[in-house]
């Protein structure tokens, strides 16, 4: 981690006093660990636009475990990725539909293009990709 560096931030004060009412939403101690939070995820989230680096992510799925063939249409899904996809989680909602999170990790760009594979398959009512960082490179 390298030496801390203060600097000042200029900024309307109706923005300014949104930002404060978020600081104490969210339970920050104090505006710089709410900016640098901000900076954080403005990172994470670029490089997972550029692609090339390593990320992991959480891949939601709902489901009808009735529905034809979905079942073993998801799990072969899995088994193609079994490097990338390194942990499963599955919940019985009820009699009908299942929850499945997947953690996924490899290159932004595999990570994405295998949620989307994922979610793609006929009967998946609802899936979700949340992306983050194995905290490489950030401080």
Excluded: P
């Amino acid at each position: 981690m390298g030496e801390t560096v203060r600097f000042g931030i200029s900024m309307d004060d109706q923005l300014l006093e949104s930002f404060d009412r978020l600081i104490e939403q969210k339970g920050y101690a104090n505006r710089s660990e709410a900016i640098r939070d901000l900076i954080r995820a403005a990172q994470v989230e670029l490089d997972w636009e550029e692609g090339e680096k390593e990320g992991v992510g959480t891949v939601t799925l709902v489901y009808n475990h009735h529905v034809r063939d979905l079942s073993d249409k998801l799990t072969e899904h899995q088994h193609a990725h079994h490097d990338q996809i390194i942990s499963a989680l599955h919940v019985h909602l009820d009699a009908h539909n299942c929850l499945e999170v997947l953690v996924v990790r490899g290159k932004a760009r595999d990570v994405r293009r295998i949620a989307d594979e994922l979610i793609g398959v006929k009967g998946v009512k609802h899936g979700k990709l949340v992306m983050t960082t194995t905290g490489e490179g950030l401080h």
